[in-house]
């Protein structure tokens, strides 16, 4: 996007083809490409503070050395977040590939809504002229990610009731408390918001998708170090 905006004056509109990132916060997005009409409303230039202890302890540290130790703690947390990430496209895949059958229309329709709405509130909270932006088009760009992520989803829930999956509030505040434990938020707090902006529930699937990767994880791991233990007898 950057590229594509190099040496735009105010005013100037820009139609840009951009690449979703790799760690883009939707998995199902990434990689993929959409085109963006843009007008720029301002210009600004990025001041870099020197690197020093005072600079240091504005973001809450002691000094350099101790942000730098947070900044690869971060790193390491973020490089093994990538890995799990990995695995589950793998295992997506994977799923994907050996369970086929159809999914309705009107599922599809509803998931293709809410990616639809998701992008562009995204695209508004960076700044974007949403009006500008050519919905239709995008739609068709996003029905291919709808229709995977039903089926993805379909799997999911068959996983879970085959193996009597449930999960209660407790392993969600526990899923919310390993998330929140580095920015020092308070889980009550936390908990009130989610349930006062609706949104508790969703948290429910989120920890049983997260419960079915790790078991299928676990499983793949097993199955390939029996293989290998028979493989050298």
């Known amino acids: 996007m950057e590229e594509g905006l190099r040496g735009a004056n105010v005013g100037d509109t820009k139609v840009v083809t951009v690449t979703y990132p790799d760690d883009h916060p939707n998995e199902e997005l990434r990689g993929k490409e959409t085109t963006i009409t ?19 302890k504005t973001l809450d540290q002691e000094s350099v050395d101790a942000l730098r130790n947070k900044y690869r703690e971060n790193l390491m947390r973020w490089k093994s977040s990538r890995r799990e990430d990995q695995q589950r496209r793998d295992l997506r895949d994977q799923l994907l590939e050996k369970v086929t059958f159809e999914v309705s229309e009107a599922a599809v329709a509803d998931r293709l809504q809410q990616l639809l709405i998701n992008e562009l509130e995204n695209m508004q909270s960076r700044g974007m002229n949403i009006r500008q932006v050519n919905a239709e088009e995008m739609a068709e760009e996003l029905k291919p990610i709808a229709e995977r992520i039903t089926r993805e989803q379909w799997i999911l829930d068959e996983i ?46 989120i920890v049983r998708d997260e419960k079915i990767y790790a078991m299928l994880v676990e499983r793949a791991t097993q199955k ?8 050298s007898e």
Do not use: C, H
């Open 38 to 56: 843009m007008t720029v409303k301002k210009l600004a230039k990025k001041i870099v503070p020197e690197l020093n202890d005072d600079f240091a």
């Open 160 to 205: 879970a009731d085959r193996e009597s999956l449930e999960i209660g509030d407790d392993d969600i505040r526990e899923y919310l408390r390993e998330r929140i434990a580095e920015s020092g938020q308070d889980l009550e707090k936390v908990e009130a918001q989610l349930r006062a902006n609706e949104q508790w529930e969703n948290y429910e699937r």
């Open 224 to 231: 390939v170090t029996v293989d290998a233990v028979e493989a």
